[in-house]
């Protein structure tokens, strides 16, 4: 099977850009990819408790938008916000900005909140489906608080857990967790099979390859 590194990926969106394919786009097509997944796979996914658990980065970027296309399924969504809402990448501020504005459809809890780990534990303690968006192919080294917490009340739960490209703490190029990782279910890998999640079922679950539409024209030169 055909494998591909962190660089590589980020090498191809920057291909696809020039093709005049922009990131937003990509952004949106692996976030719908996520919520048509847990709309399929859930049984009787309406009146679930769903969860997305995001950092500010792409990946988190990649869960605001899924939050956005359940809510328009009619699913109840609660969006929990770990990192600051200072965002690394226009896109994710921008589908961030969207969700503030979805006060009817989306509840949010933040850092900013008073009591947010309490309100994070008791909201992930009770939730059915909980897809992980914290961290993206870009995770090293150590975990730092809060994500740290937040990873092990994850893993403590029983909720069906979705990762979101890969499982956040999982070394996307050696398979090697460093210090902890969300244990999934199931992990959505978009494009295709990143390198560090062959032979890690123990932590990824079944993984399924999820096209969004990258033009095969941005891997020449890469692949």
């Given at each position: ?188 890998t978009f494009h295709k099979m990143k390198t560090g999640l062959i ?8 993984v399924i390859i999820v096209p969004i539409g990258i033009p095969p ?7």
């Open positions: 099977m055909l494998t591909i590194n962190a660089d590589q990926m980020n090498k191809i969106d920057e291909n696809s850009e020039k093709l005049g394919l922009p990131r937003v786009i990509l952004m949106e097509n692996a976030g719908r990819a996520l919520a048509e997944y847990a709309k399929r796979r859930i049984e009787k996914l309406e009146g679930k408790r769903i969860i997305i658990v995001a950092g500010n980065g792409n990946n988190g970027g990649d869960g605001f938008v899924a939050a956005r296309h359940l809510a328009g399924y009619g699913i109840d969504v609660l969006v929990i916000l770990v990192g600051e809402e200072k965002f690394k990448t226009n896109e994710s501020s921008l589908n961030w900005k969207v969700l503030r504005q979805m006060t009817k459809s989306i509840k949010i809890i933040t850092k900013a909140d008073p009591g947010f780990m309490d309100l994070t534990k008791r909201n992930i303690s009770n939730a059915d489906v909980i897809i992980d968006a914290l961290f993206g192919t870009g995770i090293k080294g150590k975990i730092r608080q809060p994500y740290s917490k937040v990873i092990d009340l994850m893993n403590r739960s029983k909720a069906f857990t979705i990762a979101v490209d890969i499982p956040s703490g999982l070394d996307p190029l050696t398979g090697v967790v460093h210090d902890k990782s969300v244990i999934a279910d199931t992990t959505l032979d890690r079922m123990d932590i990824t679950g079944e024209e941005a891997e020449i030169g890469v692949l």
